[in-house]
Structure formats: C-alpha cells, structure tokens
C-alpha cells in the first residue's frame, strides 16, 4: 500500500488524466462490445484478443518501418475480415442459442487467438515507437505522452464517426433495426444474416483500431486479451446497452480507476483490481436488482 | 439393481488394480482421478443447477494453497520455505509428511466450502451469463492476487514438501494414486446420493426456471448455496491432492489455471453429458485419454487444438456423449418411447 497519490496532488492530475485518455480507448472497445451484445445478443470473450491482433498489425507495420499510426486505418479494415470470417465460420451458429453456449464457444476462439498469436509473433511484450514526444504540464509535474493524447483524440473520431454512420446509412438503420426486434426487421426486408456478419466486422473493426492505439501508446503481449474484454463487459453492464455518453464515462471511470489502483496497491495487482471489480460490480447489481425483484436475465 | 452392483464392485476392483496393472501410468491416473473429481462437481452446478460457472477454479486452487500451506507451516515457517524455493534446507519426516498431508486436505476441503457458503450468497444471486462472467473474474482475480502475496510464493511459485523416502520409487505414485482415487469414490458416492434425493429435484428446478421453483415456495437460494458448498468442498480436495501431485503450484499456470483446467472441467461435463451422473466420468475419461494421446503429437500446438475442441464441442457436440446415447437408445434409460410420436417430431426437425 502506498498513499503517495494523496500526498502530492500533482500525482493524482497525473493519473486521473492518464486514466481518462486511457478509459476513452476503453471505451471504445466496450463500444464494439455494446453493438454486438445488443444486435446478436452475444458476449465475445474473444474481444480483448481482437484488440491484440489489431495491436499486432500496428506492430508490423512498425517494423517494416511504416509509422505506426497508419495502423489505424489498416487494422481496422483487416480485421473487418477478420471478423467478418469469424462470424461466418463460428459466430453464426452460436447466435440464436443459449447465452452460456456463446460464452463458451468465443472462450475457445480466445484460446485459440492467443496461441496463433504466441506462434506468430512471440510471447515477447512489444511496443510500436510512434515517437511523438511528451507534453509536459503545470511546470513539468505532469507528464502526458503525445501518443496517449493522440490515441484518445483518434478513438473520439472514430466513435463519432460510427455514431453518424449508425444514424445515416442504410446499414446502419438495418443494424439498429435489428437490434430492436431480429424477427420483424427480417419480415420487413432486413438479410439478418448479413447484417450480424457486420456487426460482428464493424466490432473487430473497432477492436483493430484500439488496438493500433494500444499498440501505440502501451505494450501488447499475447496473453493480454482478457483483461481488455473483462473492462469492456464491466463498463458495458455499468452504462447499459445503447447508452453511448454513459459507455464514454463509465470508460474513463474504470481508467481512472486502474491508475488510481495502480498507484495505491502497486502494478502487480493492477489486472486483479480489475477482476475484483468486475465481481464487486456485478454483486452491487445483483443487491439493487434484488431489491426491486426485477431480476434481468 | 444386482446389475448395477455387478458394475459398480467390477469398477471399484478395476480402480483398485489399475495400478498394477498399468504401473508406468500411475500420474496419469491420479490425474484422472482428479479430473474426475472436478468434471463431478462442476456438473452439480452446470448440469444440474443450470448455473455454468468458471469459478470451481477458485476452490481447486485455493485447495491446492491451503494443503500445501499446511503441511509446510505444520513443521517449518512458511515464509522460509517459500524464500528458499524449496530447498532441501527442511526435510519432512515421513511421519510429519502423512501428519502433514491429512490436516491439509482436511483444511483445504472445509475452507473453501466455507467460502463457497460466504460468497454464496451474493455470487448467486447472479443469472446466466452474468453468473458466468462474475465467476469467472472470480478464478482470474484470484490467481492475480495470490501472484502477488510474498508468503506462498508469489509470482516464482511454491513447491510442495517432496514425498518422503519410504518404500521405495513406486510408492509416491501408489500413494497419490490411492488418495485421488478415494477422492473419486467419495465424490461419487456423494453425488449418486444426492442425485437421489429430493435436493436433486430441486436443482433440477432451479435449472428449468428459477422463478417458478421460488413461486413454489422452494429456498432457492438455500439450495443454491449448499449445492455450491458441496462443489467447493470436492474440487478443494482435488485441488490439495493435485496440488502434492505435481509438487509445485503456481499462481496462474497450476493453481487458478482457468485456461486450462477451469474450461477443463466445463468440457469434460460437456463432453460427457451435462445433467447426467455418468456423463462427467465418461467425458472426464475420454477427455483425458485424447489430451494424453494426442497432446504429445501436437508439440506446442495444444492450446490450438484446446481451442478448436472446445468450439466443436460446444457448436455441434452439446448434449455430450450421454445425450447423444439418450437419443440413440432412449429404451435404455428409461423412457417409454411412442414410436409415431417419435417419427412426428423428427419430421418436425
């Protein structure tokens, strides 16, 4: 246990702001992860392994001397296969069934991804140098590298750039339909299929581009996803589904939670910290529920 | 009945022989013993209860801490022992070892059923996949955590007290072979008792809708709990055992393993049958029996195969062996089969 972040101020600017731009990436994976829970009503327990791999594509491009932050754009348009073939070898059949069954079958596709990754790229812990220097504020007492703020201001892009998309498009329309009722909005003309295959595209899409920034701005390893998918589900069971500001904000809460943790309990228990919160969350849920007997299920 | 009894005695005396007869597959064995154990107790919540938790990893792990704890602290300070990394600076007498060894099954069965009854309650009251994912933050937050705790080790691991020198090489496997095996039969007498019984209907209940069984003026949250208690009590035993077996633990790679043998446990039930009191032995069997096979062929490439087993299995095998046998001989489990009503739901399908 170490207070020190309540003994100098300035530590804690430094990690509440650290913990919001890193909660903005959060959030935009969990934004993945609230479109394909309320479209195809699916947990992917592969998510935070989708993130890695997009990280991965960053990191190639990296090392074939391409800038770094090009992989926002590529990543996301490989991993929109990536996704869309996932879907159509595994995700399609596990859609309309049991809950448990999906959880269970991306928990494989996790393992799965993790091992390719491991054979792939190594079980070293990477990072792409965007080499974007540091921001120093109030009299060098806060130090904010370039690439995190760089990082946050992409995500926002992206996320609002997929906010029109999702009001505008055709698709866009057929996926909020969807998500509304599968079965009507096929009687009125809607190919579900297809638009659960691109549901399941635009997530991983999302996953590659935080990704990149991950890569970017932290380190990726093989074994890092689950971590990323346990925040997503957290801030997603937090805000509710199709809550877009309040995904946004319970992001850069769990953010300024991990550094706070971080500082307070030190590095080693940062990942546990973040596991206990998921359970405490979830038992806090289960109380409110209980209380008004309106069990979800 | 003289059938089953027939079958049952027929079992225990091939248990009892195995050893001997396959003396170079002794670790294999208790191995299995143990996985036995846990695909058990995992269907009493999956199967049964129709609460598919991830989270028997916690009391398997926190079994193996506990045992292993004992039968050092016992004798020798802990924080030492650990600090030496299992240097032969304290030996074990083979008396302290047995001493040893039987307290600390004893605490690493009663503390994490324990836990089960004091996290019991507002774990379970969770549903479906929020139960799922809740248990499984629990098994990953604990192997986190206990990576981070000096006295058992932390992240460079605990080592177990090393078997003493009695009776020669073979008897480290006897022994280990013999605990897990007793471990099995007292699982399984404990299940096939309780499967018997009205607690059996009542998850059952629980299972097919919760709501309803409450509206019925059943405790669901009683049963849940004691359901779950028993779970905890097997799979800690299971974890000690396996704990001495392997003679050293590791936070997350041996004692909280949720990649490995936290989804073990869910696939052999699955495999074997959820809801069925043979299905998780035959799917723990099989289970076993195609990783040891095949695992060695695949030099590195098992987590792959890990994975695409575990998406088959749960896409196009998900009622399990016995499941699959049910529909093939319905006869012999029981159920009277009208033959036009059997031929309409297949044109159903």
Not at chain 1, 52 to 59: K, N, T
Not at chain 1, 115 to 143: C, E, H, I, P, R
Not at chain 2, 152 to 160: H, K, S
């Given at each position: 246990?170490?207070?020190?972040?309540?003994?100098?101020?300035?530590?804690?600017?430094?990690?509440?702001l650290?913990?919001i731009?890193?909660?903005?990436?959060?959030?935009?994976i969990?934004?993945?992860?609230?479109?394909?829970?309320?479209?195809?009503?699916?947990?992917?327990?592969?998510?935070?392994?989708?993130v890695?791999?997009?990280?991965?594509i960053?990191?190639?491009?990296?090392?074939?001397?391409?800038?770094?932050?090009?992989?926002?754009?590529?990543?996301?348009?490989?991993?929109?296969?990536?996704?869309v073939?996932?879907y159509?070898?595994?995700i399609?059949?596990?859609?309309?069934?049991?809950?448990?069954?999906?959880?269970?079958a991306?928990?494989?596709i996790?393992?799965?991804?993790?091992?390719?990754?491991?054979?792939a790229?190594?079980?070293?812990?990477?990072?792409?140098?965007?080499?974007?220097?540091?921001?120093?504020?109030?009299?060098?007492?806060?130090?904010?590298?370039?690439?995190?703020?760089f990082?946050?201001?992409?995500?926002?892009?992206?996320?609002?750039?997929?906010?029109?998309?999702?009001?505008?498009?055709?698709?866009?329309?057929?996926?909020?339909?969807?998500?509304?009722?599968?079965?009507?909005a096929?009687?009125?003309?809607?190919?579900?299929?297809?638009?659960y295959?691109?549901?399941?595209?635009i997530?991983?899409?999302?996953?590659?581009?935080?990704?990149?920034?991950?890569?970017?701005?932290?380190?990726?390893?093989p074994y890092?996803?689950?971590p990323y998918?346990?925040?997503?589900?957290?801030i997603?069971?937090?805000?509710?589904?199709?809550?877009?500001?309040?995904?946004?904000?319970?992001?850069?809460?769990?953010?300024?939670?991990?550094?706070f943790?971080?500082?307070?309990?030190?590095?080693e228990?940062?990942?546990?910290?973040?596991?206990?919160?998921?359970?405490?969350?979830?038992?806090?849920?289960?109380?409110?529920?209980?209380r008004k007997?309106?069990?979800?299920? | 009945?003289?059938?089953?009894?027939?079958l049952?005695?027929?079992?225990?005396?091939?248990?009892?022989?195995a050893?001997?007869?396959?003396?170079?597959?002794?670790?294999?064995?208790?191995?299995?013993?143990?996985?036995?154990?846990?695909?058990?107790?995992?269907?009493?919540?999956?199967?049964?209860?129709?609460?598919?938790?991830?989270?028997?990893?916690?009391?398997?792990?926190?079994?193996?801490?506990l045992?292993?704890?004992?039968?050092?602290g016992?004798?020798?300070?802990?924080?030492?022992?650990?600090?030496s990394?299992?240097?032969?600076?304290?030996?074990?007498?083979?008396?302290?070892?047995f001493?040893?060894?039987?307290?600390?099954?004893?605490?690493?069965?009663?503390?994490?059923?324990?836990?089960a009854?004091?996290?019991?309650?507002?774990?379970?009251?969770?549903?479906?996949?929020?139960?799922?994912?809740?248990?499984?933050?629990?098994?990953?937050?604990?192997?986190?955590?206990?990576?981070?705790?000096?006295i058992?080790?932390?992240?460079?691991?605990f080592t177990?007290?090393?078997?003493?020198d009695?009776?020669?090489?073979?008897?480290r496997?006897?022994?280990?072979?013999?605990l897990?095996?007793?471990?099995?039969?007292?699982?399984?007498?404990?299940?096939?008792s309780?499967?018997?019984?009205?607690?059996?209907?009542?998850?059952?209940?629980i299972?097919?809708?919760e709501?309803?069984?409450?509206?019925?003026?059943?405790?669901?949250?009683?049963?849940?709990?004691?359901?779950?208690?028993i779970s905890?009590f097997?799979?800690?035993?299971?974890?000690?055992?396996?704990?001495g077996?392997?003679?050293?633990?590791?936070?997350?790679?041996?004692?909280f393993?949720g990649?490995?043998?936290g989804v073990?446990?869910?696939l052999?039930?699955?495999?074997?049958?959820?809801?069925?009191?043979?299905g998780p032995v035959?799917?723990?069997?099989?289970?076993?029996?195609?990783?040891e096979?095949?695992?060695?062929?695949?030099?590195g490439?098992?987590?792959?195969?890990l994975?695409v087993?575990?998406v088959v299995?749960?896409?196009y095998f998900?009622?399990?062996?016995?499941?699959?046998?049910?529909?093939?001989?319905?006869?012999?489990?029981?159920?009277?089969v009208?033959?036009?009503?059997?031929k309409?739901?297949?044109?159903?399908k």
């Amino acid at each position: 246990m170490d207070f020190m972040v309540f003994q100098y101020p300035m530590i804690s600017v430094q990690a509440c702001l650290d913990g919001i731009l890193l909660g903005i990436l959060f959030a935009l994976i969990a934004y993945g992860m609230a479109l394909q829970w309320g479209v195809m009503n699916i947990i992917n327990i592969a998510q935070g392994d989708l993130v890695i791999l997009g990280g991965y594509i960053a990191y190639f491009m990296y090392l074939y001397g391409i800038h770094p932050a090009w992989g926002v754009i590529v990543a996301p348009i490989i991993m929109y296969f990536v996704g869309v073939g996932l879907y159509k070898l595994v995700i399609n059949k596990v859609v309309d069934r049991d809950l448990f069954i999906s959880i269970l079958a991306t928990f494989g596709i996790s393992i799965l991804f993790m091992q390719l990754m491991n054979f792939a790229f190594g079980a070293d812990v990477v990072l792409a140098n965007s080499g974007y220097g540091t921001t120093f504020l109030f009299d060098s007492a806060v130090v904010l590298p370039n690439s995190k703020i760089f990082s946050a201001f992409i995500s926002i892009l992206f996320a609002i750039c997929l906010v029109i998309y999702m009001k505008k498009s055709k698709l866009g329309r057929a996926i909020r339909a969807t998500a509304q009722n599968a079965r009507a909005a096929k009687i009125l003309g809607v190919d579900t299929e297809k638009v659960y295959a691109a549901t399941f595209g635009i997530n991983a899409a999302l996953c590659g581009v935080a990704g990149a920034l991950i890569s970017i701005t932290f380190t990726i390893h093989p074994y890092m996803g689950l971590p990323y998918t346990i925040r997503s589900f957290m801030i997603v069971i937090v805000a509710g589904l199709g809550n877009l500001p309040g995904v946004a904000l319970s992001g850069m809460g769990l953010g300024v939670f991990e550094e706070f943790a971080d500082y307070i309990l030190g590095t080693e228990f940062r990942i546990g910290a973040v596991f206990l919160l998921l359970v405490l969350i979830l038992v806090y849920r289960r109380f409110k529920l209980s209380r008004k007997r309106e069990y979800l299920k | 009945m003289n059938k089953n009894l027939i079958l049952y005695a027929a079992i225990l005396v091939f248990g009892l022989a195995a050893p001997f007869i396959f003396p170079a597959f002794k670790v294999q064995l208790s191995i299995l013993c143990v996985l036995i154990v846990l695909a058990l107790t995992w269907n009493i919540q999956g199967g049964e209860m129709g609460y598919n938790t991830f989270g028997n990893i916690l009391f398997y792990g926190l079994g193996m801490y506990l045992c292993a704890s004992v039968q050092v602290g016992m004798f020798f300070p802990l924080a030492e022992w650990t600090e030496s990394g299992g240097e032969k600076t304290f030996v074990h007498t083979p008396t302290q070892f047995f001493q040893g060894m039987a307290v600390g099954l004893v605490v690493a069965a009663v503390v994490p059923t324990i836990v089960a009854g004091l996290i019991g309650y507002s774990i379970l009251g969770l549903r479906g996949h929020y139960f799922a994912i809740c248990t499984l933050g629990l098994g990953v937050a604990a192997g986190e955590i206990s990576g981070g705790i000096e006295i058992i080790g932390a992240g460079q691991g605990f080592t177990t007290p090393p078997f003493p020198d009695v009776g020669g090489l073979e008897s480290r496997g006897e022994f280990f072979y013999f605990l897990s095996f007793m471990a099995v039969v007292l699982t399984f007498i404990t299940v096939k008792s309780i499967y018997s019984t009205r607690f059996k209907l009542i998850l059952n209940a629980i299972r097919d809708n919760e709501d309803k069984a409450e509206a019925m003026g059943i405790q669901t949250m009683k049963y849940k709990i004691i359901g779950w208690m028993i779970s905890a009590f097997f799979c800690g035993l299971a974890g000690g055992i396996m704990g001495g077996l392997v003679g050293y633990i590791d936070s997350t790679d041996v004692a909280f393993d949720g990649r490995e043998m936290g989804v073990f446990m869910v696939l052999m039930a699955i495999l074997g049958g959820k809801g069925t009191l043979w299905g998780p032995v035959i799917g723990a069997t099989v289970f076993h029996i195609f990783k040891e096979g095949f695992w060695t062929f695949f030099l590195g490439w098992q987590y792959v195969a890990l994975g695409v087993l575990i998406v088959v299995i749960v896409i196009y095998f998900p009622e399990g062996i016995m499941g699959w046998l049910r529909e093939k001989y319905p006869e012999r489990f029981g159920e009277v089969v009208d033959e036009a009503d059997r031929k309409a739901q297949v044109e159903l399908k």
